[in-house]
């Protein structure tokens, strides 16, 4: 069976857990803090808080950012988990539709939406197409709403040729197993504003008041007394470990390289299915660059399913990824308003794209397909 997705893991991951395993520190610590130095530096971001998951990195931006009560626009079309986020932290969710064409956050459906008990707004890079950013920016400002990037499909993405992530208040990246870079399971906050930076990377030490790896360094008559610390706050253990740090450090150093072979499949794909009058890949606006994370074909609905199972029984794997979040029971209560949504779900299917996907399994893809009709 060709895989939907699989990372792209060898020998030097190997040895960078090798290494942390002998140095004896595997919590919080160098690696870690290394790899936050990485992407605040390719996000163009001052600050950058190592967590484990993207899913830690939407609850903590949502924490400290809303308060109980508070309105969050989301997306319909994400994983589950960002918008279970917005009620951990206590917000009520206003559901936004996608853009057809790229299937992330539609900016204009979101500027109808904001209210003024409107406090946050996460908007989604699906599958790693930036969302149009521009016209929130400045209504954000305005009004002083929190926007939240959702970049965990978009390691690697350009808006107007500016990394995403920087752009909002906050931006959330994952490191998921699956993920352009991967840290096995992983996440990272960027933000340009240190007041939060600090009070996220404090909520993500369980509140607690300095952090082991900076008790353990430190120097003097009572060095020893490593449990002389307080708790101020309620926190939680949302960081990232140096295990798993060491792996995202190696894999940071391939994730050029591996979008560009990402960006390849993508092109041969679209060249092939360019004269298919049932297939209509997903466009690529003129200002952004894609991480390619996902590759999407939208099929008409009557036949999606079909399509999925005639390429699982020939050995290829196909999804729709998302069931989009309001048609789940939880969400019953919430504002769902989302008919473009509704209808492109339907049509949606993933088809494999990863680094070490060979020709000749993409020929194999792409030759299926064309048989299929």
Known sequence: MIPLFKPSLGLPEEQAVTAVLRSGWLGNGPRAAALEKKL???????????????????????????KPGDEVISSSLTFVAANQAVLQAGGKIVFCDCDPETLSTDTADVLKKITPKTKAIIVTHYGGHPADLKP????????KIALIEDCAHACGSYYYGRHVGGFGRLGCFSFAAIKNLTTGDGGMIVTNVKRLAE?????????????????YRQAGPKAHRKWEYDVTDLGFKYQMNDLAAAIGLVQFNKLKPGNGKRAAIARRYNLAFRKVDWIKPLTIKPWARSSHHNYVIKVPAKIRNHL??????????????????????MFDKFPQLVPVTERVWREIVLLPIFPDLSKADQNKIIKTILKFR
């Open 40 to 66: 605040a530096r390719l996000t163009g971001t001052k600050y950058a808080v190592a967590l484990n998951s993207a899913t830690a990195a939407l609850h903590l931006s949502l924490l400290t950012t809303t």
């Open 136 to 143: 929130l920016l400045t209504v954000c400002s305005k009004k």
């Open 199 to 215: 009070r996220i990377r404090h909520l993500a030490w369980s509140g607690i008041s300095s952090s082991t790896w900076a008790r």
């Open 308 to 329: 999925i199972d005639y390429l699982h029984d020939n050995g290829i794997s196909a999804n729709v990824h998302y069931l989009p979040n309001h048609l789940y029971k």
